[in-house]
Structures are given as C-alpha cells and as structure tokens.
C-alpha cells in the first residue's frame, strides 16, 4: 500500500444519519487504512431533486452528533456552503485542491448508489480523481460487476467492492417508522434519537 494520505468521504443526504451510514464508514476506514472519514451532507442533492428533503441545518446537525464519538471522524460543510446541486465532482474538485494532488480519496458508498454511477456528473473525471469503495447492502450485491465493466479499466482500477455486515436500514424507513409512532432505538445513535424527538422531524 502506498504511503500517501488517504481520506475517506462518505457523501450522503443523512436525512437521517444512521448506524449503516457509521458501520460502513469505519469498516471502510479500516480496511482502506484511511486516515480519516469526511461525511458530506449533500446541501442539495440531484438524484433527489422531487424529493422533499429535510432542512439541511437539521441534517447537518444529526451528523455531527453522529460522529462526534469518532477520532478518525469529521463532518465538513463543503456542500452545504457550495449554491445549486450537491455535485460529487465539485467536491472531489474542491478537496483535492485543499489537500494536494497526492492525496488519495476514498469515496465511501453503498452498492444501490454504484449502480448509478453512470448517471453522475463527469463521472470518468471523477473516476480518475478518486476510488470508490462501495459497500455491500441487502438486496443490490449482484450486478455490480456489469458497472465495473462498463467503465472498463477506470472502473477494474477505481470501483472496489467491500463486503461490510449488511444492515437492512435506511433514512427512508426510519422516517417512515417515526411517521408511524414506532421505535427508531439502536437503529440511530440516542442522541440523534433525541435530536429527531426534541425538533419534531418526520412527524408528518
Ligand atoms: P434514503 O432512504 O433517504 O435514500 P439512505 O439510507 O439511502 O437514505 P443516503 O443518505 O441516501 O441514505 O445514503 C448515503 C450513502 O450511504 C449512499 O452511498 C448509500 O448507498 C449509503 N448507505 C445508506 N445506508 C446504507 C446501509 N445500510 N449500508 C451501506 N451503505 C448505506
Ligand atoms: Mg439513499
């Protein structure tokens, strides 16, 4: 392995941030000897454009709770500061400008996004300008060698595969859940179980 600095970023609409979000990120991180995990929360994100999203000062305050715990955890503002669509190609642009050429960037995903990929935004510059480690979820394993293929030697060099424990969570069934008056205990951190109570958010 080389002995460049690697940073993780874990991007996402944390709508809300979860123990899946968590338990991939640092599996990821230690698997991939990553420095440290920059979570992103997308201030404007364009696969959910018709999608009602939560404020994003909401969401990026359940993240900090989140991974507050965390050494090798920081959030950063990077999106939510940045005007129109939460571009993952400007944000890749961004910090390989804040932290030098050399440094390699790990972007952190789950299998459903992968299969995607070809619908991102430059995608073949941001294939060059980072890694993408997508993490196994339940229900979408098995065609993501099909994408791998499809980018051809990009994707062989910089789309990788981790298995990582498959936890059946997502934020649209824990807003749902909350929705419905039910439990939302151990499937979120308590103090962003606490923040969700105490600001009222997926009541309705
Ligand atoms: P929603 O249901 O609102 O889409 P989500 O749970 O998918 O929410 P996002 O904020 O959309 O969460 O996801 C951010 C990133 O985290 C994506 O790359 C997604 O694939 C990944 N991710 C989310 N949940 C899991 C999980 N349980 N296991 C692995 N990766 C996950
Ligand atoms: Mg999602």
Redesign the pocket.
């Known amino acids: 392995m080389s002995d460049k600095q690697r940073i993780g970023i874990?991007?996402?609409?944390?709508?809300p941030i979860?123990i899946?979000?968590l338990v991939?990120a640092e599996a990821v991180r230690r698997e991939y000897q990553l420095e440290k995990v920059l979570f992103i929360p997308a201030a404007d994100p364009p696969h959910k454009q018709n999608l009602p999203v939560t404020l994003p000062m909401h969401r990026y305050i359940m993240t900090i709770l989140a991974t507050y715990s965390n050494i090798h955890f920081a959030v950063s503002r990077i999106e939510l500061d940045r005007k129109g669509p939460s571009y993952t190609i400007d944000t890749i642009t961004e910090l390989k400008k804040q932290y030098g050429l050399q440094t390699e960037l790990f972007f952190i995903?789950?299998t459903?996004?992968i299969l995607e990929l070809a619908t991102w935004k430059n995608v073949d510059l941001l294939l060059e300008n980072c890694h993408f480690i997508a993490?196994t979820?339940p229900g979408c394993g098995g065609t993501l060698d099909s994408v791998i293929e499809y980018f051809g030697e990009q994707g062989r060099g910089h789309i990788h595969l981790l298995a990582?424990p498959e936890?059946d969570?997502?934020?649209?069934d824990i807003r749902e859940r909350v929705k419905q008056g039910r439990s939302i205990k151990y499937i979120v951190p308590e103090n962003v179980e606490n923040y969700i109570a105490k600001e009222g958010l997926y009541r309705t």
Do not use: C, E, N
Not at 10 to 15: H, Q, R, W
Not at 169 to 172: P, Q
């Open positions: 874990m991007g996402g609409t944390f709508d979860h899946g979000h991939t995903t789950g459903d996004a993490a979820r990582t936890l969570i997502s934020s649209t």
